[in-house]
């Protein structure tokens, strides 16, 4: 556990002096031609996003640029083909998870040759369709309680080149259903339509939801408040997802400095 402590203790040091987001060298891209559209059922009339998904509201701002920058940082880290399926998660409620997520999906939106998805899997607390302004409807609850194809529920969001899976039935035992091989199958049919997916999970410590989920990801990301989480949760989240053989890539630092915006940073 030394690198978290490490990059908190950076972090602290420099929090006065620096308010700016980290940031790492760009790599070059390769262009890739269009990829085919995929039919999207039940088209959403475009809401309201909230003002904190900054990277729709102000998609050249530095924010917006840092969540690309954390994508490069991603795609280094895998290896080709394996940087599809990215969880966010947090060791407690309320660190800002879902935000970043939603911050992230549609900074990786903006690469129009790109196929991205957001899937809402905190059946405990959803709030993807809030942050977007989608009225609820099917989603990932009722794909893991039936066999129906997850396009099925798949819908438009008002951010452009961004589909999302709601959160849809919020079914009474979702720790047995995340434990079942239901949950394979539907981000297996999800990772050959899409090429990037990005999945908002619970916290870690109160439930295992997110436990049974990480070990279908490519790569996981904790999100933490700065300030506000102590080592302890942070140790033993990963810990939990160490043991449940997920690839924990790094965790995101945010609310640092509030400013005009969150601020985010990776530490890996």
Known sequence: ?????????????????????????????????????????????????????????????????????????????????????????????????????????????????????????????PRVHTLLGIRPRQGFGDLLMSDAPAESVICSTPIPNLSAILCGERPSNPSELFGTERVGEIFAELKSKYDCVIVDTPPVLPVVDTVHMASYADGVILVIEAARTSRKRIQQAIQLLNNANASVMGFLLNKGHMATASYYALAY
């Open 1 to 125: 556990m030394s690198r978290i402590e490490d990059a908190i203790s950076k972090w602290a040091n420099r929090a006065g002096a620096d308010k700016s987001p980290r940031t790492v060298s760009k790599v070059q891209q390769t262009a890739q031609s269009a990829p085919p559209s995929i039919k999207i059922n039940r088209p959403t009339t475009p809401g309201s996003v909230d003002d904190h998904i900054i990277s729709f509201h102000a998609p050249r701002s530095g924010l917006t640029e840092s969540f690309k920058q954390i994508r490069i940082v991603i795609q280094n880290m895998l290896p080709e083909g394996d940087n599809k399926i990215i969880m966010f998660t947090s060791s407690y409620g309320a660190e800002g998870k879902t935000t970043a997520s939603l911050n992230y999906a549609a900074a990786v939106a903006q690469d129009m040759s790109k196929r991205v998805l957001v899937v809402d899997a905190d059946l405990r607390e």
